[in-house]
């Protein structure tokens, strides 16, 4: 889970200052993992820049709705700008009651695609395509809700990653530059190991943390000859679902003030109070589970959101594959680690919060290998990542290097981004079916 050379992580700094004319935060974030940050380049640059069915300042008008959902100024303020630069009306900047119908028929989408992405049917579908003078194409569609789900999953990283805004006074175009958080990865670019003050204060805290780096080692050589002796059935592994499920409802993220809403962030949204809640509540069990396998992204998404808006099935589905697959063979201070069974485990916890479900995985292994702590992290990064802290990200994994727990994060970024869009295109191919 190492960060790649040097030189390759130079040059795509460079291209990618020429291309922008700017180096923001989550490019020299990401530039700890080069493979992907290509990858996501590519992607984002597309959907921003390149042909597609939304004029320019919609595209950025969209990213600044989707991030006013976590409260996300870094990126608000960065596509204020790009929203002028692109030929945006000014007075839309004054919140979402200047902006034309279509783009306020989108609100209710934004809402349920960030918050609770289950509750998306194909009614919400047909009222956005239905004929009139405010309605959608569907590879309109499509591309606004590629756009929502990015920058949803991207305000994820950024909070996760404690990304901060660029000290840039011309940057701000009259919106307040909000300092999102309390700590700034962009310091750990250099990659030292945490320097965790319980951890320098006493040898007994790195001896602790080193004990949980070697407890998680074990565990993994245990479960893989587990697996390797014995497979569970598929009643076990639907009760182990149910399980993890009902105990993610007991991982809770910490008080906090729903009242924090600035005017800056609130002018771009409706129904500010909207917000996450557990998809296994308790007294709701008529939520039906989403079976992976009746609606997969390579059988069914892929194919849907590249015939709608062509090519931005297989930029995303390289950037899918890549963050799943991206391994260096280590863990903290060990090489040669298969690091598999922990990237699954990541990922699917993410999904299983949003009720996805894997008929061929053992949800016992979530248990296994994700310590409270971790859970912790990853249900706040991913659903509620305005809360994110540093306390929270200095509490899992001591002894990882913070390239890894960057990796953690793009994990949780993309498993996020990539659970709200098949909820969105299953409920259009039910439309169009």
Known sequence: MQANGIDER?????????????????????????????????????????????PLPYRHYIAIMAAARHQCSYLINMHVDEFLKTGGIAEWLNGVEYIPQRLKNLNEINKLLAHRPWLITKEHIQKLV??????????????????????????????GSGINPERDPDASNGVRLIAVNNFCVCDLANDNNIENASLRSSSFGMVDSLSELEALMERMKRLQKDREDEEATQEEMATRFEQEKKESLLVVTGAFDDEMVSMDVSRYIEDPGFGYKDFARRGEEHLPTFRAQDYTWENHGFSLVNRLYSDIGHLLDEKFRMVYNLTYNTMATHEDVDTTMLRRALFNYVHCMYGIRYDDYDYGEVNQLLERSLKVYIKTVTCYPERTTKRMYDSYWRQFKHSEKVHVNLLLMEARMQAELLYALRAITRHLT
């Open 10 to 54: 130079t040059n795509l700094i460079v291209e990618e200052y020429s291309t922008s004319g700017r180096l923001d935060n989550i490019t020299q974030v990401m530039s700890l993992h080069t493979q992907y940050l290509e990858s996501f380049l590519r992607s984002q640059f597309y959907m921003l820049r390149m042909d597609g069915p939304l």
């Open 130 to 159: 239905k004929t009139g003078e405010n309605n959608w194409s569907l590879p309109e569609l499509v591309h606004a809700v590629v756009l929502l789900a990015h920058y949803h999953a991207l305000a994820s990283f950024v909070f």
